[in-house]
């Protein structure tokens, strides 16, 4: 239902856009998000957006860096990352949230793409 794309291998302080596209409307009405998860940690919180007015929220390592947007006409979220960091390095999962505001945490969402591979090296 939800198909992520746009990972791959960059060097620090590069720059990669994530999309993610909803092939069955998972979208509809409700906010979208990204998590990563780095190898032997958490599944984190990189940002969401919400239904209607696209406020947008962050969290603090990805702040100023990332960027979320939504286009529902296409059903499509992108995540525009730039100033990339090694830390930055986890696969990245895009996800519909269970409501049209959404939150931080994963279990307020029910829908999940299979996740792209982002990996920041020299």
């Known amino acids: 239902q939800l198909q992520a794309s746009g990972g791959g291998l960059v060097r620090p302080g590069g720059s990669l856009r994530l999309s993610c596209a909803d092939s069955r409307r998972t979208f509809s009405n409700n906010a979208v998000g990204w998590f990563r998860q780095a190898p032997g940690k958490e599944r984190e919180f990189v940002t969401r957006?919400?239904?209607?007015?696209?406020?947008?929220f962050y969290s603090d390592s990805v702040k100023g860096r990332f960027t979320i947007s939504r286009d529902n006409a296409k059903n499509t979220v992108y995540l525009q990352m730039n100033s990339l960091k090694p830390e930055d390095t986890a696969v990245y999962y895009c996800a519909a949230a269970r409501s049209p505001f959404g939150s931080p945490f994963a279990v307020d969402y029910n829908y999940w793409g299979q996740g792209t591979q982002v990996t920041v090296s020299s």
């Open positions: 957006i919400v239904w209607r007015g696209n406020t947008t």
